[in-house]
């Protein structure tokens, strides 16, 4: 990040100074980590499930804060006090990414959001872009990619996610995309919601603030999205269905990769399934309609783009494939993961825990893909979990079901069998990409 002065900070977060004498020092670093601070930082205490950041703010002056934002009163540290820190993080990080010009790209939605954001880092050609890390696209992850920012940076590619109502709408403002890309929407993380129209109204808060003259890109094959999306803003459609603004000849999945035709010519996708596909469809996109804004190069970086971690990587060791979409689960991926091992010609086993968030329909959610694995003719299942035994319950195959996960995995380990190949997801509490961890060392 560029450096910033203490008058910046108190006027951004709009809070009160207190043991402030003559702060002369820049602030070179932000961080809500305690245990990641380095010289002359500011540490922004961030209330959590777990943990309270105000506990660690004498810990992180001891490592080299400088100054922190506290909702609490301190005694003796240097401090600005505000009435909320993740708000006013929020308002910071909105502040300094106006001191830069990069072309903001803002992408939400239920599925999808990590691998389109791969796959344009990927595809666009300048060197001077920064793109959201890992799965830091919440109201703490959000502000911390923007002090990625500097004076060199082109291009900023955000994922703006959610859990709940209010969190799109303060992104929104902070950000302030230029171009909005609304993947899907789904019954994802419906337990938190009253219903599926508040979802939809809660996606759709990215919008709020969007006073870019570019239009939308949206998924076309989505009635969710067309029905409800607002009249005065313009958008674009992408999708597989004929009559999208972009949308393929045909297409091809394979076990390892996806074949997409469109406008005479052929394209490659190192990614399997439908959702690979999509995401090629709004980088294509991209490159049709905003070519004098953005420069695309297409082959070269559909060339060099591979999944991230745990996002449908096929693993192939020893004689054993291992699909490893462990990083999280909703009803929709669930259904793409399993429509991919159902490429395989082998023993197909699929390895599934519990989908959260699905509130009221968590039992109806998870004997639908009991269903799906049937259609797909799956020949094992073994699930994990409170409602993945409703999994369990509907499939017609050979099934076992553990309470435990290290059950499960001791169990694997002794069960599978030379070219067998296994799907392995979950939601991320359930740290399924741990036991792809574990099996990995086994077949070592």
């Known amino acids: 990040m560029e450096r910033i002065n203490f008058d910046f900070i108190l006027k951004a977060t709009k809070g009160k100074a207190?043991?402030?004498?003559?702060?002369?020092?820049?602030?070179?670093?932000?961080?809500?980590?305690?245990?990641?601070?380095?010289?002359?930082?500011l540490f922004v205490p961030i209330k959590g499930e777990k943990f309270d950041g105000h506990d660690f703010i004498k810990d992180s002056f001891k490592k080299?804060?400088?100054?922190?934002?506290?909702?609490?009163?301190?005694?003796?540290?240097?401090?600005?006090?505000?009435?909320?820190?993740?708000?006013?993080l929020n308002l910071l990080a909105k502040e300094y990414l106006k001191m830069f010009s990069p072309l903001k790209i803002g992408i939400t939605g239920s599925n999808g959001k990590t691998t389109t954001k791969d796959l344009i880092f990927s595809t666009i050609k300048s060197e001077n872009k920064i793109g959201t890390i890992g799965n830091t696209n919440n109201l703490i992850g959000v502000p911390i990619n923007i002090f990625r920012v500097d004076r060199k940076t082109e291009y900023l590619i955000l994922e703006m996610g959610m859990n709940s109502v209010g969190e799109l709408s303060l992104l929104s403002s902070t950000v302030e995309p230029d171009i909005v890309i609304i993947t899907t929407i789904n019954e994802s993380h419906i337990g938190n919601f009253e219903s599926f129209d508040q979802i939809i109204s809660a996606k759709f808060e990215i919008l709020e603030n969007y006073k870019s003259?570019?239009?939308?890109?949206?998924?076309?094959?989505?009635?969710?999205?067309?029905?409800?999306?607002?009249?005065?803003?313009k958008y674009i459609t992408f999708g597989l269905k004929n009559g999208n603004d972009v949308f393929p000849e045909s297409f091809e999945i394979e076990k390892t990769f996806s074949k997409i035709f469109i406008d005479n010519r052929e394209y490659k996708i190192n990614v399997p399934g439908i959702g690979g596909i999509y995401s090629f469809l709004i980088v294509y996109t991209l490159k049709k309609f905003f070519e004098k804004i953005?420069?695309?190069?297409?082959?070269?970086?559909?060339?060099?783009?591979?999944?991230?971690?745990?996002?449908m990587n096929i693993l192939s060791i020893n004689s054993i494939t291992i699909i490893d979409?462990?990083?999280?689960?909703?009803?929709?991926?669930?259904?793409?993961?399993?429509?991919v091992l159902s490429k395989f010609n082998s023993r197909k086993i699929a390895v599934l825990s519990d989908m959260l968030e699905l509130g009221k329909e968590s039992e109806n959610l998870h004997k639908k893909i009991g269903e799906i694995l049937n259609e797909n003719r799956i020949d094992v299942l073994m699930t994990v979990g409170e409602y993945s035994k409703f999994i369990n319950l509907t499939f017609n195959g050979e099934k076992y079901?553990?309470?435990?996960?290290?059950?499960l995995e001791e169990f694997l380990k002794k069960y599978i069998k030379d070219n067998d190949t296994i799907l392995i997801k979950g939601s991320h509490l359930f740290e399924m990409f741990e036991t792809v961890k574990n099996l990995k060392e086994f077949l070592k």
């Open 18 to 41: 207190y043991n402030i004498k003559d702060f002369k020092t820049y602030i070179e670093e932000i961080s809500t980590d305690s245990r990641k601070i380095s010289r002359n930082s």
């Open 64 to 88: 080299g804060a400088i100054l922190s934002l506290s909702e609490r009163d301190l005694d003796d540290l240097p401090y600005i006090k505000v009435n909320d820190t993740t708000k006013a």
């Open 213 to 233: 003259c570019y239009p939308v890109l949206i998924n076309g094959d989505n009635p969710y999205i067309l029905k409800n999306f607002p009249d005065k803003i």
């Open 294 to 311: 953005i420069e695309i190069d297409l082959e070269k970086g559909l060339e060099n783009f591979y999944p991230s971690e745990n996002r």
């Open 325 to 339: 979409d462990s990083y999280n689960a909703n009803p929709a991926s669930m259904k793409n993961g399993i429509e």
């Open 401 to 407: 079901h553990f309470e435990k996960k290290c059950e």
